[in-house]
């Protein structure tokens, strides 16, 4: 599933996100799994889109361990999807993307709709499901039938990693 046109998005990696209840995993774990698939996209020269949600008082710390750095692309979004109001599709067209794989939080709101947004735009999606949480186990797993029903493709880190 990675390949040399695949671009990684990292939905809300912020320390305000991350620390609310979360399952299936917490937010750590959810963390550590996000490393690794940046880490695999380092390793293979693939883009790496770090998307933050912007609040009013300005709480938008990114987690330490994944400040965007070595020429990632951090965009800055006010609604639920990182593509309404941003410039995403136009840094994805440039970056010659035809796959996205996302990951981060939260499985219904910021991964979902994204997701769902990116396929409507003709890309190849895949959400990573042991690298993203939501509120409940239920609106996770929920959120990934959804989006696996409407063609987008759910993998693990494992299955991504040695597909």
């Known amino acids: 599933m990675l ?3 695949s671009v990684l998005i990292l939905m809300e990696p912020q320390e305000r996100i991350l620390d609310m209840s979360l399952a299936p995993i917490a937010g750590s774990a959810v ?3 996000v490393v690794r698939l940046r880490d695999a996209f380092d390793l293979a020269a693939a883009p790496v889109v770090i ?3 912007l609040r009013g008082d300005g709480a938008d710390a990114v987690v330490e361990s994944l400040e965007p750095g070595r020429g990632e692309h951090l965009v800055t979004k006010n609604g639920v999807d990182a593509f309404s109001g941003t410039r995403l599709v136009s840094d994805l067209r440039d970056l010659g993307a035809k796959s996205l794989v996302i990951a981060g939080v939260s499985t219904k709101h910021g991964v979902g709709a994204t997701a769902a947004k990116a396929l409507a735009l003709g890309f190849e999606v895949t959400v990573v499901s042991d690298a993203t949480a939501s509120a409940s186990v239920e609106e ?3 959120t990934l039938w959804r989006l696996n029903e409407d063609g987008v493709a759910v993998a693990t880190v494992a299955e991504l990693l040695t597909s």
């Open 3 to 5: 390949s040399a046109r």
């Open 140 to 142: 996770h797993q929920a």
């Open 51 to 53: 998307v933050r949600h």
């Open 31 to 33: 963390v550590d799994a």
